[in-house]
């Protein structure tokens, strides 16, 4: 990727485009089913999140291996009081360091690498005490969301905070069976372009189990949105 934004500015766009919703509710609500405790939010990015299950009373560790999100995390207010690692699930303590752990934000399908992935739930399922929880999202395959990443339907205009405007958008397309490409594109208003591509893995609910048990965990609650509804074939998108 050819950037014509800074790393701060790069953080200042994720934040404009990824503001608290519905998805942070169910995860800081999921957190406080066991209040005070230690949590893991693992691919934590600029700490929303994060911060806000501090500020709930929890002993927090945010992890992130992109410089730029972690750097903005830790300049919010609030972000003393959560411990911030450079790195990947290869970086947590192999302790039982941890009651619950938190994949928001779809992190699980950006970790698109089979191994990886693999790895990582071996590295969180280390890290979390005898019984402790781990929770994170991934969209439904069957509903083929990456579809409807068109730049017709994904097209929109932003300023950041220090007035630089951007218009955006999106295209994707499935390289192979359960692996979506996704190109972010950027037009700044002085004429300069850039663009920055990304894969996704779109996993099934059989294959997500059959790789969970496969690390030692047992498969509790699968909701098909963020308010609890019961998972449906084709509706988690």
Not at 40 to 59: F, K, S, V
Not at 113 to 137: I, K, M, N, Y
Not at 148 to 164: E, I, K, Y
Request: hydrophobic share 45%; aromatic share 8%.
């Amino acid at each position: 990727m050819q950037s014509f934004l800074s790393p701060a500015q790069h953080a200042d766009l994720y934040d404009a485009e990824n503001t608290w919703t519905a998805a942070e509710d169910f995860f800081l609500a999921f957190a406080n089913e066991q209040p005070a405790s230690r949590v893991l939010d693992l691919g934590c990015g600029t700490g929303r999140l994060t911060i806000a299950l501090a500020e709930a009373g929890h002993l927090v560790t945010g992890v992130e291996p992109h410089p730029g999100s972690l750097n903005a995390a830790r300049a919010k207010p609030g972000a003393g009081a959560v411990r911030w690692i450079d790195g990947t699930s290869a970086a947590l303590p192999q302790d039982a360091a941890f009651d619950a752990a938190i994949m928001s934000a779809h992190v699980a399908q950006a970790i698109a690498d089979e191994q990886e992935w693999a790895r990582t739930l071996r590295d969180v399922r280390s890290a979390l005490v005898p019984g402790g929880r781990l929770v994170f999202d991934s969209r439904d395959p069957q509903a083929r969301a990456w579809e409807r990443w068109t730049p017709a339907n994904t097209r929109s205009h932003l300023t950041l905070p220090d007035g630089t405007a951007l218009q955006l958008w999106i295209d994707a397309a499935e390289l192979e069976q359960g692996l979506v490409g996704i190109t972010e594109h950027r037009f700044l208003a002085d004429g300069n372009r850039e663009f920055e591509d990304a894969l996704l893995a779109f996993r099934g609910e059989a294959a997500l189990r059959r790789d969970l048990a496969e690390t030692g965990f047992t498969v509790g609650p699968v909701f098909g949105g963020w308010a609890g509804n019961p998972w449906e074939p084709a509706t988690a998108n």
